[in-house]
């Protein structure tokens, strides 16, 4: 175990690695290519950035096909195919969303659109393609997937061959010990530009509107451009809505959107934050969620509990596996006469150590690991009813769990060489499959262990 020296993961609730051994550094996605994500179908079918997967024929009312995109996010990737065709970018649904920042391949489903219609689609400045095309009887739903496959490229290392060979081994070694990596919350879900998700969820969660908005609002971080600096700076030297609208960049579109709620309606913070899409105010409750589940799982660490067996007090969930399809089908409380047998379960893989995820039927842990949530809860200055936002009924939560930690499956290095784009330094590459709602930059930070997040591409 090994404290975080980078000031955002402390921000994040990313306190400790559970490696010591220090980080070979570098930075990643110098350009689109040094980070590939290829997504994994439910029945295991990789939907390769350049090879056409080989899916079977179907029918159906819904059109499913592989969307390969380079610098663009799912979202306005979807925009674009929809632009072209003149249709709703609501008809299109996919399994997960996909990193801007990377060159990716991912299933899509759409309705009204024959295969054929769907592969004649080109776009002028290729960054987004489409590969094979198929037809289902049902619509492809968010989470409808087994994982990713990475393929990464580490530049700017300022180590030998050997000496970077040498602390990757020893990471590996050490999180095999450990029982893995810490299924954290990646910098994606808080963001890395301006990481104030949970800030304004856990004032949402308090009933702290005003500071909720502000922070939205004002809160200003280095990263942002100058523009939307001196915006910031005017709003909160002013509280001049008016003005300051005059200021904000138009890509801002949730702060400008709050501005002109609040100019009708002055001081009614309650509803400037219900004036957002649902989407969106559900984003930062669940940032929340987030960030708390990232501060007790670094404090079980800490507190030198295990990330991959139960102690008593802990919850194990009991895992159904059909195929590459894996669902929790029972959960357990460890207690003093189970542990044991719910560990056995654990070490075979037919089980795994689950934390809770708060919400308002969350029932808390026993034992050691109970402590360390009311700690964290108590340092929040929240409760678990807490999550029932009474006046705000669709962004209250019931919580849920996630898994403690996870494995790197098929990990390997591809290479280390002289990094033809950064001169005097080395790069390496690697290659890895996660399993869905696990981050590639966790484990990254492992292996790199930067002090800087922003810079290192995390």
């Known amino acids: 175990m090994r404290l975080s020296k980078a000031p955002l993961d402390k921000l994040l609730g990313l306190e400790v690695y559970i490696s010591s051994t220090e980080g070979i550094g570098g930075t990643i996605k110098h350009t689109y290519e040094d980070f590939i994500v290829e997504e994994i179908s439910e029945d295991g079918i990789v939907c390769s950035v350049s090879d056409k997967p080989e899916f079977a024929e179907g029918s159906g009312d819904y059109t499913w096909f592989v969307l390969v995109k380079r610098g663009l996010d799912t979202l306005a990737a979807i925009r674009k195919v929809a632009r072209h065709f003149r249709i709703s970018s609501k008809l299109f649904s996919a399994a997960g969303l996909k990193d801007a920042r990377a060159v990716t391949a991912q299933l899509v489903c759409v ?16 960054k987004v393609k489409i590969l094979v095309a198929f037809k289902r009887p049902y619509k492809l739903l ?28 020893k990471i590996l070694d050490e999180i095999r010990e450990a029982g893995g990596v810490p299924a954290y919350y990646g910098y994606q879900r808080f963001g890395t530009i301006r990481p104030i998700t949970h ?12 500071k909720a908005i502000l922070t939205l609002l004002t809160e200003i971080f280095p990263h942002e451009s100058e523009r939307a600096k001196e915006a910031r700076k005017y709003l909160k030297d002013t509280m001049d809505f008016k003005g300051a609208l005059e200021l904000f960049p138009k890509t801002l579109h949730h702060e400008r959107a709050v501005m002109y709620y609040l100019i009708k309606h002055p001081n009614d913070f309650f509803g400037a934050f219900r004036s957002l899409p649902l989407t969106v105010r559900r984003l930062f409750i669940g940032a929340f969620q987030a960030y708390l589940f990232n501060k007790v799982l670094s404090e079980r660490i ?36 189970n542990v044991e047998k719910l560990n056995e379960f654990i070490e075979r893989g037919d089980a795994a150590l689950a934390l809770n995820i708060f919400g308002y039927d969350t029932i808390l842990c026993e034992g050691v690991p109970g402590e360390i949530e009311r700690k964290v809860l108590r340092s929040e200055g929240v409760s678990i009813k807490d999550f029932r936002v009474k006046h705000m009924p669709e962004v209250s939560s019931r919580g849920t769990l996630r898994m403690a930690s996870f494995r790197p499956e098929n990990f390997k ?5 002289s990094d033809e784009l950064i001169k005097n330094k080395l790069k390496i590459g690697l290659e890895f499959t996660l399993r869905k709602g696990l981050y590639a930059t966790v484990l990254l930070r492992e292996l790199m262990k930067p002090v800087d997040v922003y810079k290192a591409g995390l």
């Open 413 to 417: 290095i591809t290479d280390i060489s």
């Open 302 to 337: 800490k507190n030198g509990l295990p990330i991959d067996k139960a102690v008593v007090g802990d919850i194990v969930a009991v895992l159904s596996r059909r195929g590459y399809s894996i669902r929790v089908k029972g959960v357990f409380r460890a207690n003093e006469s």
């Open 142 to 169: 968010p989470g409808m997937l087994y994982g990713n496959h990475f393929r990464v490229t580490i530049r700017g290392i300022e180590l030998s061959v050997g000496e970077v060979d040498e602390r990757i081994s």
């Open 199 to 210: 800030i304004v969820g856990r004032y949402v969660v308090r009933r702290e509107f005003e």
């Open 111 to 126: 309705e009204g659109l024959s295969p054929d219609e769907l592969l004649s689609f080109s776009d002028e400045r290729g």
